[in-house]
């Protein structure tokens, strides 16, 4: 199997990280070079979920990589052509609007801005609790762009958050390897595990 130069980019749904972590480890295990790349609220805050240095730490150590967490560390990797594919996971509808309306501020944006100038995947795996109400229509125009694809997903708890959508994460290796070959991965939309 080819190796694959992965950006791994995180967002704040710091809920989520503990079943995005293990996805990032499948991709390592399977001998991707993976490089991560944290917004600056996902790189720098401390939760309830967890510390951000710890997070940090377990990052670096599944990557075997430096997080680029500044602008200026994200802009090279399009003109560098550093990077096969971006995932951003977890994405949150804030990351959502700014990709949608073309908004490159933080380490994440700029990112897909400076990769996608280059004609290759950029994967969304979505963690919003608005996505089925305010970020519905980033997510679609974001689906009608050309190189963006989306790892399947579903309404997370349709009876008390029912505007929350989350990507199914165990879905990240497949999702990856369709949009490499450019075709979203079918179904999108999944039923609750």
């Not at 694959?4 to 991709?27: Q, W």
């Not at 990709?99 to 990769?115: E, F, M, R, W």
């Not at 790892?151 to 505007?163: M, T």
């Amino acid at each position: 199997m080819k190796k694959i130069n992965i950006g791994f980019a995180l967002c704040g749904s710091f809920c989520t990280f503990s079943e995005v972590l293990p996805e990032m480890k499948n991709l390592a295990d399977e001998g991707h070079n993976i490089i991560p790349i944290m917004s600056f609220n996902a790189f720098s805050t401390d939760t309830r979920f967890g510390k951000a240095q710890e997070f940090r730490s377990r990052i670096e150590d599944i990557s075997n990589n430096k997080i680029i967490a500044t602008i200026n560390e994200a802009e090279p990797i399009g003109p560098k052509k550093l990077l096969d594919i971006l995932i951003i996971e977890p994405c949150t509808g804030n990351t959502l609007a700014k990709l949608a309306n073309g908004i490159a501020d933080t380490p994440v944006t700029l990112a897909a801005k400076s990769h996608l100038r280059n004609s290759r995947p950029v994967l969304i795996a979505v963690s919003s609790n608005d996505a089925l109400a305010g970020a519905a229509k980033n997510i679609g125009h974001l689906m009608n762009y050309k190189n963006v694809f989306f790892v399947p997903l579903r309404q997370d708890d349709h009876i008390n958050k029912p505007a929350s959508v989350v990507a199914d994460f165990t879905k990240t290796s497949q999702a990856m390897y369709k949009a490499l070959e450019n075709i979203q991965m079918q179904p999108l939309l999944t039923e609750k595990r």
